[in-house]
């Protein structure tokens, strides 16, 4: 990344790597949803860099049996293909929840103080 | 759309292409073709010019970046290969018994319906037309004929025997190829949707032709 504005960016896209998976999974976990449908509201809430780039994550996940993917001929328009959550799907997404909040909650108190306060790794000799 | 937009939007998909080559070619196909679709339908629905149409799609390089060669997450076991399996289930009983085949593909969702057609199609028309050939070849007229009140009815066949003899021989060979052949067909078809759900329908539609073609030129020449 060069330095026009873009360390936000760089830096969002660090974040974005572990978490963006499983916020499809999440996506799924209550109803079956279309790719484009799926991509746009990825996009609009920057957990993706693009829409484009929430296709190659639909087709990892749907490779590694993590969700299911079906075509659906609707009344009018072109043809959609929705995804769903699988069994497998399902119990990767209950293990991130699971572990999410912890996780959330330690990075933040580090960012907030530093992790400093009772006398942290900063402090130590 | 502007011709020049059509330009930009291959330009665009030809960069994805490249930047995803490292993938097999059945996903490279399967991403490009939801790209293509995801383009397409926000193209119906917004005012946006071209170039911020593509531009919200992000880089290919941005693209590529998620389409890495590991899992997207932690695998919880063993990889199934569910995905494989299935496919094969499908497209091994389209061979070997098309209804089967074509009950199952249509069930899985993983074809579009237009796809599940095509194949079902291409081997009724086969297997149909086949037997409308056949029958002809074979079947035969009465023939009475009565001398001094004594009538005789002999079996008259429409064409020359040596030439029935072939006719028949050929008609049985189509027949097999026709049976065999077009649920290899309707397969082949399959298999090349699912890898790529936007592949032009060539193969079923050359089938089609070759079968109707064939049953015409026979027609005609038993007539």
């Not at chain 1, 504005?5 to 916020?23: D, H, I, M």
């Not at chain 2, 995803?20 to 193209?43: N, Y």
């Amino acid at each position: 990344m060069d330095d026009d504005g873009s360390p936000r960016e760089a830096a969002l896209t660090q974040l974005r790597k572990g978490v963006a998976p499983y916020c499809i999974l999440a996506l799924l976990a209550d109803r079956e949803r279309y790719g484009y449908d799926l991509a746009r509201e990825l996009a609009q809430r920057e957990v993706v860099a693009g829409a484009g780039s929430v296709y190659p994550l639909l087709s990892r996940l749907q490779s590694d049996g993590l969700i299911r993917s079906a075509w659906r001929e609707p009344d009018e328009g072109m043809p959609r293909k929705y995804y769903r959550l699988t069994a497998e799907g399902q119990v990767a997404l209950d293990r991130f929840r699971a572990l999410w909040p912890s996780f959330v909650a330690s990075i933040s108190e580090i960012l907030q103080v530093g992790g400093a306060t009772e006398g942290g790794p900063r402090n130590a000799p | 759309m502007h011709p020049d937009d059509g330009t930009a939007v291959e330009r665009f998909f030809a960069a994805v292409s490249d930047a995803l080559q490292p993938l097999a070619p059945e996903r490279r196909a399967e991403i490009l073709a939801d790209l293509r679709a995801h383009t397409e339908i926000r193209r119906r629905q917004s005012s946006l010019d071209i170039q911020a149409l593509l531009a919200e799609l992000g880089t290919p390089e941005q693209i590529a970046a998620e389409a890495g060669l590991e899992g997207a997450v932690a695998r919880t076991g063993p990889g199934t290969g569910a995905r494989d399996i299935w496919s094969l289930i499908v497209l091994t009983a389209t061979v070997l018994a098309w209804p089967l085949g074509i009950v199952l593909a249509a069930a899985s969702g993983r074809w579009r319906a237009r796809a599940v057609a095509y194949a079902a199609i291409t081997t009724v028309l086969g297997w149909g037309v086949d037997l409308l050939a056949v029958v002809p070849i074979t079947s035969f007229t009465q023939q009475t004929t009565c001398q001094q009140g004594v009538c005789v009815t002999t079996p008259v066949h429409f064409i020359h025997p040596f030439l029935r003899g072939l006719a028949v021989a050929g008609g049985g060979t189509a027949l097999v190829v026709g049976l065999v052949g077009t649920p290899i067909v309707s397969a082949v078809y399959l298999a090349q949707t699912e890898r790529n759900p936007e592949a032009r329908p060539w193969l079923p539609v050359i089938t089609w032709t070759v079968i109707l073609v064939g049953a015409f030129i026979a027609r005609q020449w038993m007539a």
